[in-house]
């Protein structure tokens, strides 16, 4: 049963896609209050308008969903993905042509 727990098939990404107005200065506070609340629960910029998160199992990064979908902001447009950590690590990321090599995987610790 333990080594289910660091199943790559349950180990969760969650990716936060948006596209915010910020022709206001109130859609420029919402869009950056947005992004402020994502990294203040865990989410790590992985590309321009996109958050992503590691989450140790499904029913944890349903937690994390429902805290996005409870800061959305009033305008725009706000993606939430959910893929798994086998998915995750099938990505391929390109810069310029020149292959990079994915994020670290984390490394996850038991405390008890």
Same mark, same amino acid.
């Given at each position: 049963?333990?080594?289910?727990?660091?199943?790559?098939?349950? &180990?969760?990404?969650?990716?936060? /896609?948006?596209?915010?107005?910020?022709?206001?200065?109130?859609?420029?506070?919402?869009?950056? /209050?947005?992004?402020?609340? /994502?990294?203040?629960?865990?989410?790590?910029?992985? +590309?321009?308008?996109?958050?992503?998160?590691?989450?140790?199992?499904?029913?944890?990064?349903?937690?994390?969903?429902?805290?996005?979908?409870?800061?959305?902001?009033?305008?725009?447009?706000?993606?939430?993905?959910?893929?798994?950590?086998?998915?995750?690590?099938? &990505?391929? &990321?390109?810069?310029?042509?020149?292959?990079?090599?994915?994020?670290?995987?984390? +490394?996850?610790?038991?405390?008890?």
């Amino acid at each position: 049963m333990k080594a289910d727990r660091f199943n790559a098939y349950r &180990i969760m990404w969650i990716m936060v /896609l948006y596209d915010l107005p910020t022709e206001t200065k109130a859609n420029m506070r919402d869009a950056n /209050l947005f992004r402020k609340r /994502l990294l203040d629960d865990g989410f790590a910029l992985f +590309q321009f308008s996109m958050y992503m998160r590691h989450c140790p199992s499904r029913e944890n990064a349903e937690v994390h969903m429902k805290r996005v979908k409870a800061i959305l902001p009033k305008a725009g447009k706000v993606a939430i993905m959910c893929i798994t950590d086998k998915q995750f690590g099938d &990505i391929e &990321i390109f810069f310029a042509r020149n292959k990079e090599e994915p994020p670290p995987m984390y +490394q996850q610790l038991e405390l008890f």
